[in-house]
């Protein structure tokens, strides 16, 4: 018997509504100090939604990336035209940067012309008549009128020279932020399109291997809480937090087991870089580190549950030193099997966001007269990060956070990371599975 749980809901929903993924769930609404799963009456939780709902939100996705993409190619067009030497602006600021040169050249000629009257009234002999000093001041007085002229011209001109250089260089400024608002928003509308066509292909193969209803129900008794996981890992590190397993119904549990995936990718939301990311766990009874199996089921770390019980599991998630910068999603939830085949799970997974650091970087070794003879210090790459122990929890929220803008990037960016964190959980949730009398 399998127990499915696919979040896909979310994924359409997010898709084509960006507001709406606030209201998925807990771990996407609120920054709180532990994840709590939702625990609403199941008629007020999404339904699952049919292949053909998918289909339409992995439609309507491709036409918001084609869209995107030829608003991109639009936005380059113009910044190659703003960037051209034959840009309308970049001729303008050019006519009035030589019109300033030649104000210059014109003021210095008229600067020189009242030197020149100047010394030629000064040089007139002392027995030079009135009518000739008078002509000689005259022609100083208009060399300086015109000076003056020459000087104010130059001013006007370049100030008009530093206006349209101004104006040419914004339009340029401009043209280059609109590229890159379109190409941020082209990615992200990638990133959304990748998340939904991921969830519609696990919910066909899921349909194609689990055709009709398995039986098992939602519990929202059975609750689990991450305690420890930071908000921020580095590459190279490992971190240690925790999951704490209740039964909160009123019956016997025979066999409770934690599902624990981990969903990563990076910086632009496309990229999945999971395969550097490992889990593996531990308890008091069962102190060694194992490593979470394949199909993210840990199965012997609980067993049963007496009503009310409580039980802890420790994870340790450690970061492969090439792991690039990114963000990572885990996701933590029960599923209990009775021994007279019923069957239950929580009803969603605790969702907990964590920013990924790439490791820093190796600062270049100094060179020395003689080779090193200190042995190079065993390991796999990956060292404890602090000291291993829990901190509060945090669920981040920086995929789905609102920047106070209005404009339709940002609209894009809330239904990319949106997409992106509920695809990664379909796909990862629609793998929870266990094994009933039919193993």
């Known amino acids: 018997m399998k127990i499915r749980r696919i979040l896909a809901t979310a994924v359409a929903v997010a898709v084509t509504t960006p507001a709406a993924a606030f209201s998925v769930t807990p771990a996407f609404a609120d920054t709180k100090p532990e994840t709590r799963p939702d625990t609403r009456p199941a008629a007020q939780t999404p339904a699952k939604p049919t292949v053909e709902e998918l289909e339409k939100a992995a439609a309507e996705a491709q036409k918001a990336y084609d869209k995107a993409l030829a608003a991109k190619e639009t936005a380059y067009e113009v910044l190659e035209v703003a960037l051209s030497d034959k840009a309308p602006l970049t001729v303008a600021a050019k006519a009035a940067e030589k019109a300033a040169n030649d104000a210059a050249t014109a003021k210095t000629a008229a600067d020189k012309a009242v030197t020149d009257a100047k010394t030629a009234l000064a040089a007139l002999p002392a027995d030079a008549t009135e009518e000739r000093r008078a002509a000689a001041k005259e022609t100083v007085a208009k060399a300086e009128t015109a000076a003056a002229a020459a000087a104010a011209a130059k001013t006007t001109a370049d100030a008009d020279a530093k206006i349209a250089?101004?104006?040419?260089?914004?339009?340029?400024?401009?043209?280059?932020?609109?590229?890159?608002?379109?190409?941020?928003?082209?990615?992200?509308?990638?990133?959304?399109?990748?998340?939904?066509?991921?969830?519609?292909?696990?919910?066909?193969?899921?349909?194609?291997?689990?055709?009709?209803d398995d039986g098992c129900v939602d519990e929202p008794g059975l609750t689990t809480v991450v305690k420890g996981l930071p908000s921020k890992v580095t590459a190279g590190t490992a971190t240690t937090f925790s999951v704490r397993v209740t039964n909160g119904t009123d019956k016997h549990l025979d066999q409770v087991i934690t599902y624990a995936g981990v969903h990563a990718t990076d910086k632009s939301g496309a990229k999945d870089i999971a395969k550097y990311l490992k889990l593996t766990w531990s308890t008091a009874s069962s102190p060694k580190w194992q490593n979470v199996g394949g199909d993210h089921y840990i199965d012997d770390a609980i067993g049963a549950l007496?009503?009310?019980?409580?039980?802890?599991?420790?994870?340790?998630?450690a970061v492969d030193a090439k792991t690039p910068a990114g963000q990572g999603l885990t996701f933590i939830a029960g599923d209990?099997?009775?021994?007279?085949?019923?069957?239950?799970?929580?009803?969603?997974?605790?969702?907990?966001?964590?920013?990924?650091?790439?490791?820093?970087?190796?600062?270049?070794?100094?060179?020395?007269?003689?080779?090193?003879?200190?042995?190079?210090?065993?390991?796999?790459?990956?060292?404890?990060?602090?000291?291993?122990?829990?901190?509060?929890?945090?669920?981040?929220?920086?995929?789905?956070?609102?920047?106070?803008?209005?404009?339709?990037?940002?609209?894009?960016?809330?239904?990319?990371?949106?997409?992106?964190?509920?695809?990664?959980?379909?796909?990862?949730?629609?793998?929870?599975?266990k094994t009933g009398a039919d193993a």
């Open 165 to 212: 250089d101004e104006i040419a260089d914004d339009a340029r400024v401009e043209a280059s932020r609109a590229y890159q608002a379109a190409k941020t928003a082209m990615e992200e509308a990638l990133a959304a399109k990748t998340a939904a066509d991921a969830a519609l292909e696990r919910a066909k193969q899921e349909e194609e291997e689990n055709p009709g």
């Open 306 to 317: 007496e009503p009310g019980e409580k039980a802890d599991v420790r994870l340790r998630l």
């Open 336 to 433: 209990y099997l009775n021994e007279d085949g019923t069957c239950g799970l929580t009803p969603d997974a605790a969702v907990n966001e964590f920013d990924i650091e790439a490791a820093p970087a190796k600062p270049a070794p100094k060179p020395t007269p003689k080779p090193s003879t200190t042995a190079p210090a065993a390991g796999n790459g990956v060292t404890p990060q602090g000291s291993g122990t829990s901190v509060p929890a945090t669920t981040t929220n920086s995929t789905l956070a609102a920047t106070g803008s209005s404009d339709a990037t940002t609209q894009l960016a809330l239904t990319s990371g949106a997409a992106v964190a509920l695809g990664a959980g379909a796909m990862f949730l629609a793998r929870r599975r």
